[in-house]
Nanobody
Framework: QVRLVESGGGLVQAGSSLTLSCTDSRRTFTNNAVGWFRQPPGKERVFLAGINWNGGRTYNDSAKGRFTVTRDNAKSVVYLQMNSVIPEDTAVYYC??????????????WGQGTQVTVSS
């Protein structure tokens, strides 16, 4: 069974940078798109950024300019670089993989999430 694991979350100060990682225990990332989602306290989980099998990227407006999604297929890892974080970025961050090479529709596998808390 595919198991996605996020890491890199924690407590950071506003204005700092943070990199989240998502690893795939079954190394199924290579041909599939992967997305990052987040769920702020008391709110719904929303799409943040996604990366296709060939590196093509898609961003939500809230992520454009500050967040960058990258992937290393050799290591089966997808990253989310977060720069200039603000308190509104506080959320549980999830990665999810699609059963298709490009971002779209509903992801199939989800990680357990990693908490990011930004202090002002």
């Amino acid at each position: 069974q595919v198991r996605l694991v996020e890491s890199g979350g924690g407590l950071v100060q506003a204005g700092s940078s943070l990199t989240l990682s998502c690893t795939d225990s079954r190394r199924t990332f290579t041909n599939n798109a992967v997305g990052w989602f987040r769920q702020p306290p008391g709110k719904e989980r929303v799409f943040l950024a996604g990366i296709n099998w060939n590196g093509g990227r898609t961003y939500n407006d809230s992520a454009k300019g500050r967040f960058t999604v990258t992937r290393d297929n050799a290591k089966s890892v997808v990253y989310l670089q977060m720069n200039s974080v603000i308190p509104e970025d506080t959320a549980v961050y999830y990665c999810a993989s699609y059963l298709r090479p490009v971002v779209g529709g509903r992801p199939h596998y989800w990680g357990q999430g990693t908490q990011v808390t930004v202090s002002s």
